[in-house]
């Protein structure tokens, strides 16, 4: 039983779980890095196809290894028939529970399923991948009224996923924008959903399965989601709302001790440095469509939470105005969240195969002291 001095923080707290190989966190500096390549750089020079290589494999692909893997997401992106109708045939649910039903069925389609040599794995993390993107894209069409839009192979992930959305082939400045918006949530380290594919991979399940554990914890609100309620209290300040309101609103929500969505992080003391990025974004798309009130309005807020409660903002702040500003409905942000981190989901099911053992803690016992004098029925 463990003693007072040393009881176990809530949530595994700073508990080093395992080893890896593939991200690599640096909470006090604000430093994110996947394979030993700073999220800035990848951000700047990289591309979603070139960040899929380097989780999978530990280094950058050469042109031709490039070029080979964006012929393999062309091939595997398009959605068996049957997992379309399957989509039709669901009630109006939310898009996380989707993908969780969806990517499930998809295994029964993947004639490699229960194939475990280290290739077939690798083939179905490319699989799923180029999949996941046209899933989310597939689903966001359906329920605006739309029918599927069919993968172009000349397309790259980020352009084929915006394409597969609105019916409209994006603009370069959309293009690189959604494409920076994948690299930044592809991986970080065991956070929840990460944590709990790679716990499901450990029993040896089949990467189907584990990845959909990854999605199950995804959807918690605790985890995504936080992108859609900034959007959300965005939009209920409304467009032309004016400072002062701002302000105001932001001021309440502190008296009643809410939580401002889009702040704060479990690991950094400073700037989500995915932030930096996102809030760039945000600001140029904004100049693009001619219409910079959501981001100027996000600014306000964060300049305020800084200032009266010394949080940055996170991943999830920026990000919203930015999908929003591309034109991405707001039930699809954490489903997106998905397409791009199901590349990181599968590098570390990888890793942990390659290199399995099954992931079993312990409980810091606090039940009623043992032993227990069992009362027989008829004298309690």
Avoid at 107 to 133: C, I, M, N
Avoid at 160 to 168: D, I, K, P, R, V
Avoid at 182 to 204: K, P, W
Wanted: with cysteine; proline share 6%.
């Amino acid at each position: 039983m463990t003693t007072t001095t040393d009881k176990p923080k809530g949530g595994l707290e700073d508990v080093v779980a395992t080893s890896s190989a593939i991200c690599y966190l640096d909470g006090e500096r604000g430093v994110l890095a996947y394979c030993g390549y700073d999220i800035h750089d990848l951000a700047t020079s990289a591309t979603f196809e070139e960040t899929c290589y380097l989780l999978w494999h530990r280094r950058l692909p050469t042109r031709a290894e490039l070029g080979d893997l964006q012929s393999q997401f062309a091939a595997a992106r398009a959605l068996p028939e049957a997992i379309i109708r399957l989509m039709r045939s669901l009630p109006p649910v939310d898009g996380m529970d989707a993908l969780r039903t969806i990517t499930s069925a998809l295994g029964h389609y993947d004639a490699e399923v229960d194939d475990a040599s280290p290739q077939a794995q690798y083939r179905k993390a490319v699989r799923l991948t180029a999949l996941t993107g046209t899933v989310v894209a597939t689903w966001g069409r359906l329920r605006a009224g739309g029918g599927p839009i069919a993968p172009d192979p000349a397309m790259s992930h980020a352009a084929n996923f915006l394409y597969m959305l609105t019916g409209e082939r994006p603009n370069a400045t959309a293009i690189r924008a959604f494409d920076v918006a994948l690299i930044l949530h592809a991986d970080h380290e065991l956070n929840a959903s990460t944590f709990a594919a790679r716990v499901a991979a450990a029993t040896l399940t089949d990467i189907y399965s584990a990845v959909v554990a990854g999605i199950a914890a995804l959807k918690g609100p605790l985890h995504g989601g936080a992108n859609a309620e900034v959007m959300k209290m965005l939009l209920d300040f409304g467009r032309d709302a004016t400072p002062e309101r701002i302000d105001a609103a932001i001021r309440a929500m502190f008296a009643r001790k809410e939580k401002i969505p889009g702040f704060g992080h479990r690991v950094y003391r400073t700037e989500d440095p995915r932030a930096t990025h996102l809030r760039q974004m945000s600001q140029e798309l904004g100049r693009r469509a001619g219409n910079t009130a959501w981001f100027e309005m996000s600014q306000r807020i964060e300049a305020l939470v800084k200032a009266e409660k010394k949080l940055n903002p996170n991943v999830d702040f920026y990000s919203a105005s930015t999908y929003y500003t591309l034109g991405i409905p707001i039930d699809l942000y954490t489903p997106i969240f998905a397409v791009s981190r199901m590349s990181g989901w599968t590098a570390h099911v990888l890793e942990q195969y390659a290199n399995n053992r099954l992931i079993r803690p312990r409980a810091d016992y606090i039940g009623p002291d043992y032993p227990q004098r069992f009362v027989p029925l008829d004298q309690r």
